[in-house]
């Protein structure tokens, strides 16, 4: 047992895999993660939730959790210290001598001044997911998926990634004594998230292809060898991610935000994210759904086109190209998760341009709140939605910030002192946010005439 292991007892509810297309249930996953008929995705289901005296037996009475979560928070437990483990009962069964806790979660909800009179929405916040321990949302799904390997005795743990995924596994398989596979695609990964997977002791193989082809190779090896696969589709995942809404809950006193924005990738974190409202409501939580809309770059925008042209029934992929190297992704494996979040929520797509996606983190950054290029898709697809009247100035919204800014400084350096686009018309669009570092002579007088050449900024005035 590690020191962050624990042996306080949780109660949670007794929980089975069903498929998402064929609705067939099963106890045993397989190596794949996906449905022995159909071949779709599994999910957990939670069959006592959907009756009443399985929700009394259940102890699942909402006022009485809401005390008891926050009753946790004054304990120093580790398990009660993690935004994941704190709200056990909303997971699955795991022993607790099996859990790595790396105290993940505690996402704070920032206000946003600055970007809320930019693009006049009041009250606007960012769930500011890149807090974690490994610096993205990532963590929060790793902490209960790794558990599970750990229970199952696994000694082997694997992705494909486009960084973030890979420091995470990487991370909870060191802390829980295990060994760490990660895929990832040659030269297309940020270096703060490739030097937290080899800091952490991954095995780390750099393949010729891009994250969809790490993936499809990676579904063969688990396949082919005893290695547990940590990617989103491991619906274990799923489950500790989605947790992430019911810290936002807690956080804005269980009453939802009208919009939620989350950026799209391989579409694991809204799928988490509308699986947990969905069952919010339906356990009587809160009593209405926020809109929960997916924002990916223009070139990356297969949800976006399976949409738009094929009215959600077939997924379009596409050939991935954008700066925001995080959701890199033209096959996305959770698009029919994502499909039914939008559904069931009532909300949109959206995509945005290169130069739309480094204004918005700059934007952000004036608040005081880093964020990685993959997250601020988040606010440059917020301006479109208000453009299209899709979001009002009266209504609350969240952005879902799922990475930090450390993740990724060689894209802020580039932007920032002006080499990250090439044309003269994003050059001028980007302008008004660029601050570089200026050169200045080593003595008092050179920084007070650096000051004053602020005009009415400077300090005094
Ligand atoms: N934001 C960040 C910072 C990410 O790292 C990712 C995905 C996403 C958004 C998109 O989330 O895939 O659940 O839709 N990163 C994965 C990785 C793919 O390998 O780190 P998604």
Redesign the pocket.
């Known amino acids: 047992m590690s020191n962050s292991t624990t042996s306080a007892t949780s109660a949670p509810s007794s929980s089975e895999f069903r498929c998402i297309a064929c609705k067939s249930e099963t106890q045993n996953p397989g190596a794949a993660f996906r449905c022995d008929g159909c071949g779709d995705l599994l999910e957990v289901v939670y069959p006592s939730w959907s009756t009443a005296a399985g929700l009394r037996a259940g102890k699942l009475d909402p006022a009485a959790l809401k005390a008891l979560w926050r009753q946790r928070r004054k304990s120093f437990k580790p398990l009660d210290r993690s935004g994941v483990w704190r709200f056990r009962e909303l997971l699955p069964a795991v022993d607790s001598s099996h859990i790595i806790t790396l105290r993940e979660g505690n996402a704070p909800l920032y206000p946003m001044p600055s970007c809320s009179r930019e693009v006049g929405i009041p009250n606007l916040f960012a769930l500011h997911q890149g807090m974690n321990p490994t610096g993205?949302?990532?963590d929060t799904g790793m902490t209960v998926a790794a558990s599970f390997a750990r229970q199952a005795s696994f000694s082997w743990v694997a992705?494909?990634?486009?960084?973030?995924?890979?420091a995470s596994v990487a991370a909870y398989a060191a802390h829980g004594g295990l060994h760490s596979l990660v895929l990832i695609p040659e030269g297309q990964v940020a270096w703060g998230?490739l030097s937290q997977a080899l800091d952490y002791g991954a095995f780390t193989c750099q393949l010729r292809t891009d994250?969809d082809g790490c993936l499809r190779i990676l579904h063969e090896v688990v396949q082919r060898t005893q290695i547990y696969l940590l990617n989103?589709v491991n619906p274990y995942r799923v489950e500790g991610q989605k947790i992430a809404a019911v810290e936002l809950l807690e956080q804005m006193d269980w009453v939802p935000p009208d919009h939620v924005i989350v950026?799209?990738?391989?579409?694991?974190?809204?799928s988490a994210i509308g699986k947990a409202f969905l069952e919010m409501h339906q356990l009587g939580f809160i009593e209405r759904l926020p809109k929960i809309s997916i924002i990916q770059a223009k070139g990356a925008n297969p949800l976006v086109r399976t949409v738009r042209e094929s009215g959600g029934r077939h997924l379009v992929a596409v050939h991935a190209e954008t700066a925001a190297t995080?959701?890199r992704?033209g096959s996305?494996a959770?698009w029919r998760k994502a499909i039914r979040v939008l559904e069931a929520t009532q909300g949109t797509v959206e995509e945005v341009t290169e130069a739309e996606i480094a204004m918005a983190k700059a934007e952000i950054g004036i608040d005081g709140i880093g964020c990685?290029p993959?997250?601020a898709v988040t606010l440059a697809g917020l301006k479109k939605l208000r453009t299209r009247g899709f979001v009002n100035s009266a209504e609350t919204v969240v952005l879902i910030l799922?990475?930090h800014l450390l993740?990724d400084p060689d894209f802020t350096i580039k932007f920032h002192s002006g080499s990250l686009f090439s044309t003269q018309a994003d050059q001028a669009v980007l302008l008004g946010q660029r601050r570089a570092p200026i050169a200045v002579d080593a003595n008092t007088d050179a920084v007070l005439r650096a000051i004053d050449s602020l005009g009415a900024e400077r300090p005094g005035v």
Not at 159 to 166: H, K
């Open positions: 993205s949302f990532k992705c494909a990634s486009t960084g973030n995924t890979s998230k994250f989103s950026p799209g990738g391989n579409l694991g974190n809204c995080a959701i992704i996305p959770s990685e993959a997250s799922t990475g993740k």
